[in-house]
Nanobody, 124 residues
Framework: VQPVESGGGMVQPGGSLRLSCAASQLSFDHYGMSWVRQPPGKEPEWVAGINAGGDTTVYADSVKGRFTISRDTAKNELYLQMSNLKPEDTARYFC??????????????????WGQGTEVIVSS
């Protein structure tokens, strides 16, 4: 079962959004997870990753210090708290299960493991 993202929307530069991802209960606490984004007309890029236990996180340089990835195993949910948003953060954001541990290398898993995504638009 693919993850399901929510929480996207339009926000002004400097604003904040919190994305959520509901994942399959059967495997959620077994795997690391990632957030991946795809800006309009561009290739996907890995944003952040977290291990199965939730105590190790890695971020792309472009979002480090502004975004926070976290997970709630009891709720089978993954989150991405985004602050100080910039126009270049505009993209479709995808939650991805990562049984291959690609997140540790700043890479994303095959898109078969992604949800449908949620749109984030940062514009004044």
């Amino acid at each position: 079962v693919q993850p399901v993202e929510s929480g996207g929307g339009m926000v002004q530069p400097g604003g904040s959004l919190r994305l959520s991802c509901a994942a399959s209960q059967l495997s959620f606490d077994h795997y690391g997870m990632s957030w991946v984004r795809q800006p309009p007309g561009k290739e996907p890029e890995w944003v952040a990753g977290i291990n199965a236990g939730g105590d190790t996180t890695v971020y792309a340089d472009s979002v480090k210090g502004r975004f926070t990835i976290s997970r709630d195993t009891a709720k089978n949910e993954l989150y991405l708290q985004m602050s100080n948003l910039k126009p270049e953060d505009t993209a479709r954001y995808f939650c991805a299960q990562d049984p291959f541990e690609y997140w540790r290398r700043g890479l994303f898993p095959p898109n078969a493991y992604w949800g449908q995504g949620t749109e984030v638009i940062v514009s004044s």
